[in-house]
């Protein structure tokens, strides 16, 4: 233990351990702001960039960033000094000069750290004026919006994309007044690798990095009376949509969602968790076939348009390995247009499908030319759960006092497989429920597979499914699929099923969901919320889906049949590695 005194209480903490981290032993919080740790996931951004964080350590004579210096036996630390307050303020004066301050209008309004720590700092005028760097904004992709005349040369972003995802895209270029962080050459950021997880822009502190909004678009559509719109609701938007309310992170607000969605407008109001129990069922199917033939092992799931990106532009010569079931998203977009609105008698061309995901390639995923048919879109807009909160507030709806109401049918039933979807290893917990009352041919009660759950980035198991026994892993976060793909290839490990997310944690974690500002622990009661919910469901394995069992019987034949393949699968296309 190393023994220190700041602002005179003395304190005793591991070596190793940052003043930043034994001020917080002490209740003192140092304002950060380039800073970013992420417990769970064992990360930590500390540059020192931005030395906002300055303290006074006695017998230094220059001032020392908190967040990376780390502590030392006897060392005397004063956080407040004048010297420290001053210096403070000093750059964020210089940071707010080269800053557009159109905080009214932006998307970040509210939800800034930078904005926050004006306030904190009490700073309420800005001294430096003069000329401030311009560039052009990159809204070349359907995913991210970049804008940096914000950003702050923070560099937390490439912490994200490049160590926490190892794609690599964001690097600091140029130098001086030019300095930015942006892909090599300045490329749009649809000719880069980029796989829209929107990873950057949970960790961005300002508006630099935000999703492109499509919130108008739903507005217009659903003024539009030559068409039925009608919406789709990701497993992870119900167990973190209430934090944007200021209801406690954990809670599951489905009913009061489906309520705030009828009251927009929304012809009906479905749940691509009935797409996720779909998924399930073709999955499977292809699953047990590849495990009994002993051919294309292991088999990967293919429900995060991330994780398959990633895949095509980083492991083309694994392209075999993922199932060719689309994604749950795509899956509903598929039958919304091509069963549903045929039991409605219209067009799919009259069928607009609206989606909320937790994800932004969710948005990349649905403009991908695989996913229409003749110009028209499976799915037509994609918004995050942030951009539902934005929807609801602007319609006036008070969500914390709206009444429960439940999902419309045949597109609204569900089971509790399909809301685990939203955490890392739930689609992989879902497909062992049905392969093991399939391949034992009984309604197998083990249907918990703990081994597989938590928020941890890598986890192996070798599960008993009906007296088979698969040995199976769960990946999360791009850096950890890369580890385990790079053992794969190398002849190191070997597996029957690996469930993939690009988010760390999976969707709970998505790109499109509530800031948490580092607080991990938010992310933990999101993942509980889902678990508790699909404990709370009467019926808990996809193929026990009444609507599913239906959907099969009146249209899709078995599944893996002729029309399941032509409407619920797809194929995957390598691509360059800039
Ligand atoms: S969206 Fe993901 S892959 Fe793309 S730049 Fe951001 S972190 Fe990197
Ligand atoms: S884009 Fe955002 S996260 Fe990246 S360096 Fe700029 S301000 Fe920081
Ligand atoms: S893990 Fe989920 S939220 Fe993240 S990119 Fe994949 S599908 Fe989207």
Avoid at 75 to 90: C, E, F, Q
Avoid at 177 to 193: D, I, S
Avoid at 200 to 225: I, M, R
Avoid at 484 to 500: F, V
């Amino acid at each position: 233990m190393v023994n220190l005194k700041i602002n005179d209480m003395p304190v005793s903490v591991d070596d190793g351990v940052t003043i930043l981290e034994a001020a917080q032993k002490l209740g003192i919080k140092i304002p950060t702001l380039c800073h970013i740790k992420l417990d769970c996931f064992h990360v930590e951004h500390r540059c020192g960039s931005c030395r906002i964080c300055v303290v006074e350590v006695a017998g230094r004579p220059n001032l020392a960033p908190a967040c990376c210096t780390p502590v030392l036996e006897g060392m005397d630390v004063k956080t407040n000094t004048l010297r420290a307050i001053n210096a403070r303020r000093t750059m964020l004066d210089l940071l707010l000069s080269d800053h557009p301050k159109d905080c009214l209008t932006c998307a970040k309004n509210l939800d800034c750290q930078l904005q926050k720590l004006a306030q904190e700092m009490n700073l309420h005028q800005v001294l430096y004026k003069g000329e401030q760097s311009t560039y052009n904004k990159d809204l070349s992709s359907q995913a991210i919006a970049r804008d940096l005349d914000k950003c702050i040369m923070c560099r937390r972003c490439e912490t994200a994309c490049n160590v926490v995802q190892t794609v690599g895209v964001l690097s600091g270029v140029d130098r001086g007044f030019e300095a930015v962080v942006a892909p090599a050459g300045y490329k749009p950021l649809n000719q880069t690798q980029c796989v829209f997880c929107g990873q950057c822009v949970l960790a961005c502190p300002v508006g630099a990095l935000t999703e492109v909004s499509y919130k108008y678009d739903v507005w217009k559509a659903l003024n539009d009376e030559t068409k039925t719109v009608v919406v789709q609701t990701a497993p992870a938007v119900r167990a973190a949509l209430g934090e944007e309310f200021g209801i406690a992170p954990g809670s599951i607000t489905t009913g009061k969602m489906v309520t705030a969605l009828r009251m927009m407008g929304f012809d009906k109001v479905f749940d691509t968790d009935f797409a996720a129990d779909l998924t399930i069922m073709e999955e499977t199917t292809e699953l047990i076939g590849r495990v009994k033939e002993g051919k294309n092992l292991p088999i990967l799931t293919s429900c995060c348009p991330g994780w398959v990106k990633f895949l095509e532009h980083q492991f083309p010569d694994l392209i075999y390995m993922p199932s060719t079931a689309k994604s749950p998203q795509q899956m509903f977009g598929a039958i919304a247009k091509n069963y549903y609105a045929q039991k409605l008698g219209i067009k799919p061309e009259d069928m607009v499908v609206v989606s909320v995901m937790p994800c932004l390639a969710k948005k990349y995923e649905a403009a991908r030319e695989e996913f229409s048919h003749n110009g028209n879109r499976d799915v037509d807009i994609v918004i995050s759960t942030r951009e539902l909160a934005d929807m609801i507030k602007e319609a006036g709806i008070i969500f914390n006092n709206l009444e429960d109401s439940k999902y419309d049918d045949p597109l609204g039933e569900s089971t509790g497989a399909a809301v685990i979807f939203g955490a890392t290893g739930g689609v992989l917990e879902a497909a062992l429920r049905t392969a093991a009352d399939w391949i034992a041919g009984t309604d197998v009660q083990e249907i918990d597979f703990e081994a597989v759950r938590g928020l941890e980035g890598i986890k192996e198991a070798t599960v008993n499914v009906a007296g088979l026994e698969l040995k199976a892993a769960v990946c999360s976060g791009l850096g950890n699929a890369r580890k385990l793909l790079e053992r794969i290839k190398n002849g190191e490990a070997q597996y029957h099923a690996i469930e993939i997310m690009a988010c760390p944690g999976g969707c709970l974690n998505g790109g499109g969901q509530p800031y948490y500002d580092g607080d991990t622990t938010i992310l933990e009661k999101r993942k509980e919320a889902l678990y508790r919910d699909d404990k709370d469901q009467k019926i808990r394995k996809s193929h026990l889906n009444p609507s599913i069992q239906k959907l099969y019987k009146e249209f899709l034949g078995e599944p893996g049949s002729h029309l399941a393949h032509e409407l619920l699968h797809t194929k995957y296309t390598p691509r360059k590695n800039w």
